[in-house]
């Protein structure tokens, strides 16, 4: 099911003391709206519309501006005039869902949405709750116990929430001038909608307090593992005056035969990432049956793997490629080989390392009828 996001940072957030409104503070080095906006386009939103301060719209397009699909525009003064703005901004009539999620609960995953999505299909609205574990009590303004309220049947609402998108719309439309829901899953109930809990998770905890921060910078530090993948590839020589090897054109006395451009040395890359993920071989995504990939520029298929590893919530630590070959001689195109690699994995140039040997004349490099390249890759992903 499609859907559209809507990021609620509208509000101050200045409970948790200092003087930054919480939403652009960081966490674990990121500041903590760019944490659900990244999380939602990796889950597949069509688009991500961040509702921000009218006042703050340069900081929020300073922190997530960059990120496609996402858009930024101004909010109100309580949280139903952000949601209402966030709504007025969808452009997309035929959308069928909306997710709305609070910018302070950073640590959302494609997990929770999935969940989300396939609860909506048999309901007019979804979120993720958590029982109330804790007894609850009563006080007075002396903090003294007036009673102990029965918990049965009480749970703990957290976002995002999932709706079918015109019933949405219209929740909102009816909704009494004046008054303010507590979440956006109370319009729907107002309007006659069925929502259905899923499971929640701690993990989708809101930041609020101070101590709230100390936590998350524990949880966005911690459980991480370090995954390696290996690729290797060869191609024929054939007729022909070029060859692409990194995402380099090299002049050649022959070409490289494939189906795509042929880079040998890409192809490695590309499956060493994909293997350190876990997501199969290149010919998985890119079938060489499929005549779309014929002559395809290579850069694509490994833009693609290192989309993945974001998806995954990832980040690639460095790549070594190895290209072994006779001829072309490597030397001179080395430079130029990792400046492609670093620009087209968004990566410092000293993680990205390109090398080459001869086979000394041995074997099917050596008889130049072919050349070969053999990649690893380092990843780094949430465990
Ligand atoms: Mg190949």
Redesign the pocket.
Known sequence: MGFIAIVVAGGAGLRVGGSTSKQWRLVGGKPLVRWPVEALLAAGAAEVIVVAPAGALDTAGALCGDLPRVRIVAGGAERIDSVRAGLNAIADETCEAVLIHDAARPFVTRRHVDALLAALESADGALPALAQSDTLKRVDADMTVIETPSRAGLWRAQTPQAFRWPKLRDGYLSWPEGETPTDDAQVMERAGGRIVLIPGDPMLMKATYAEDFEMMERLAGGARITRTGQGL???RFGPGDRVWLCGVEIAHDHSLI???D???G???LTDAILGAIGEGD?GDHFPPTDPKWRGAA?DLFLKHAADLVAAKGGRIINVDVTLICERPKIKTHRAAMRQRLAEILCLPLDRVSVKATTTEGMGFPGREEGLAAQAIATVETPA
Do not use: F, N, V
């Open positions: 590839d060869a191609h494939g189906h795509s042929a880079d040998a890409l192809h490695a290149i290579s």
